[in-house]
């Protein structure tokens, strides 16, 4: 009995030691989770420990043609990112590892290390050390040895092989660079394979903070089409990186580098997203939440019309390659077509040009062509534009009562004013009016007006019509040459001018100058943007308005009569061959330069319909020989923009009307 009692003494004891031991338990587990959680898990009533901000990237803006097909726009590719905030304790490890993997697909991964991949190790030509140099605290002297060992003893590469060694450094001093951090995750390779991004998502377990991105990838409708006007994005150069970072752009974003995507950068930049991480005490992630949507890029639709510039580029590339196959010499060419109302570009072509896809391989090739193909010709070329001067300097003498309409010059081909200088007219036409000068283009008649006239006042003249001046443009364009007029000592000056000899214009120049003839004298600002619109195209933000930059005081019956003899040129003189049976009437003059040495440069410039003009164009074929070789590509320019299907799909119908 007292054995028993003693057992259910012992047994009461326990349970109440058990009792007490649970209770402390709940206390304690209490106190942890309710009443000092702060302390153990990194959260207060306000949140977590600490938070980090990450970027999530906007897409680009598009561009478009004038009625909304496409020109610039973005596809989703994938980028291989490094994101700190789950890199795993081996970071070495991780980059070799996903190094192997690019290798056995054959994807290049960033490395801007300026020392050579493979062995023996050099500085690599061309690219700058002091970048290098000064981060990794070292002295301008310093080898690419001394460099090497820092970066293994800064990195911890020791165990490495010194392959594998090379390898993660260059990602290392990379990411070092572009502030790799939780708020700048590091985009190790971009546009890469869908078969690499499934492998690597395979490999995430064992890849931590490895992960696969969507993002937008500038790409083009057409590769070939307009591309010096449109121009590139590339990624952001060392010495740049400062001034983007303080505007808030990321190290690997990309950026405008010529052409439309430069100057319209501000706009086609979208305003970048957040992540926000949250973490604990220890440093640890608890969770992530996005705390500001990425917006989209404005749109940008510029006055081109991809119809009328492929016309355009195709007819260059065709007539310059007949010319050479008929034994000629002519290698290059450009065309202008500008809508005479509002001075918007409608068109820009130059021969030869390039495929944008294939530039950063054969970027050496290009640079080095004798052709020169990565020149926009159109907008900076220039070139004396010849007898296409003849009506502003009919203008010129009519205006300033130096030229009766009907009064007749007697052409004897030698021009004998001026003792010492005595040019001549390329044929004996006798006694000739304006319209008869205009329609044979007249040396000896322009001769005269010329002296007439005085070179300062032909040269005021050219500049109203925009000639030896800045367009306004948005893209690069030359000024053009324009001759010191007061320094004509014998005339010759003079006279040269006055048959567009010794100044040299651009093509864009050429085109607005017959655009400015054509509506009257209203001389517009060169453009090529119509309207900036949201990226769904559904909202207007700004229309480009037409500027008007000064205006040419021309009298209705001067204009008559100059515009009546280019409409000769076209029907039955020098303009004849292209357009004497077109079907709309055109305006138009020829005209050639001469060049030391070389066959002379073809130029045509024209405006259509002649009675109600809407399109001026100006072509010029380098080395074309005759004035009016150029003029089968006007007229494959009119047809295009007269009689092309411009509205056959929905796609081609324009969508939103200017104000």
């Known amino acids: 009995m007292p054995f028993k009692k003693k057992k259910q003494f012992t047994n009461i004891f326990l349970s109440i030691l058990c009792i007490i031991a649970i209770v402390l338990f709940a206390a304690r587990s209490y106190y942890i989770q309710v009443v000092n959680s702060a302390e153990y898990t990194g959260i207060d009533a306000q949140g977590a420990a600490s938070s980090r901000t990450a970027v999530l990237k906007a897409p680009r803006g598009e561009i478009l043609d004038c009625y909304g097909r496409k020109i610039a726009i973005n596809r989703d590719g994938y980028n291989i990112v490094f994101n700190k905030a789950y890199i795993g304790e081996n970071l070495n490890d991780t980059i070799l590892s996903v190094i192997k993997l690019c290798e056995e697909y054959k994807i290049e991964w960033v490395d801007k290390l300026p020392i050579t991949q493979t062995a023996p190790y050099k500085f690599k030509k061309d690219e700058p050390t002091d970048k290098m140099l000064s981060t990794l605290k070292l002295a301008h002297y310093a080898t690419v040895q001394n460099c090497l060992d820092a970066m293994v003893k800064e990195y911890e590469l020791e165990k490495y092989t010194i392959a594998e060694q090379r390898k993660i450094m260059g990602v290392r001093y990379s990411m070092q660079i572009a502030d790799f951090s939780i708020s700048y995750p590091f985009t190790f390779a971009e546009d890469v394979s869908t078969e690499l991004m499934r492998k ?251 002296r007439r006239i005085g070179a300062t006042t032909l040269t005021g003249y050219y500049k109203q019509f925009g000639l030896g001046l800045k367009t306004g443009v948005e893209v690069d364009d030359s000024k053009g040459i324009l001759v010191d007029p007061e320094n004509d000592n014998v005339g010759g000056t003079t006279l040269q001018i006055a048959i567009g000899q010794m100044n040299a214009f651009t093509p864009l120049q050429a085109a607005n100058y017959a655009a400015t003839l054509a509506n009257g004298g209203t001389h517009y600002r060169a453009s090529l943007i119509n309207q900036i619109v949201s990226y769904d195209i559904g909202e207007v933000y700004e229309v480009i308005k037409p500027e008007v930059v000064n205006t040419v005081k021309i009298k209705d019956s001067t204009l008559d009569a100059v515009k009546e003899g280019m409409l000769s040129v076209t029907e039955d003189g020098t303009g004849r061959a292209a357009l004497g049976d077109y079907p709309i009437k055109v305006g138009g003059k020829t005209g050639t330069s001469q060049i030391n040495g070389a066959a002379d440069h073809s130029i045509f410039i024209a405006f259509a319909p002649f009675d109600n003009p809407e399109i001026a164009i100006a072509v010029v074929l380098e080395n074309g020989d005759s004035g009016f070789s150029a003029g089968s590509v006007v007229r494959d320019m009119l047809d295009a923009y007269f009689f092309a299907e411009h509205a056959s799909t929905t796609e081609d119908k324009p969508f939103i009307v200017l104000d």
């Open 200 to 450: 690597i998502s395979e490999c995430s377990y064992a890849l931590k903070g490895v992960t696969i991105e969507v993002v937008p990838f500038r790409e083009y409708a057409d590769t070939t089409l307009a591309v010096n006007l449109i121009g590139t994005v590339g990624p952001i150069f060392e010495e740049d990186w400062q001034t983007y970072k303080e505007k808030g752009y990321s190290y690997d974003d990309k950026v405008g580098k010529s052409g439309i995507e430069k100057w319209a950068e501000d706009y086609l930049r979208g305003i970048d997203g957040e992540i926000t991480y949250y973490l604990d005490a220890k440093g640890n992630i608890i969770s992530s939440k996005v705390t500001k949507e990425p917006v989209a890029g404005k749109t940008v639709m510029m006055s081109l019309d991809k119809n009328l510039q492929r016309k355009a580029q195709d007819s260059l590339s065709q007539k310059v390659r007949k010319l050479q196959s008929q034994g000629g010499t002519c290698k290059a060419g450009c065309a202008v077509a500008i809508d005479i109302h509002t001075g918007k570009v409608l068109a820009a072509a130059n021969y030869p040009t390039y495929d944008s896809a294939k530039m950063n391989k054969e970027y050496e090739k290009l640079q080095s062509d004798p052709a020169k193909p990565l020149t926009n010709r159109a907008f900076q070329g220039v070139y004396p534009i010849g007898s296409t001067i003849k009506p502003a300097v009919a203008i010129a003498a009519i205006e300033n009562n130096h030229l009766q309409k009907s009064e007749q010059i007697n052409c004897v081909q030698v021009y004998k004013f001026f003792k010492g200088y005595s040019p001549k007219c390329l044929h004996y036409h006798g006694p000739i009016a304006l319209k008869g000068a205009l329609a044979k283009s007249c040396n000896y008649f322009f001769f005269e007006m010329g």
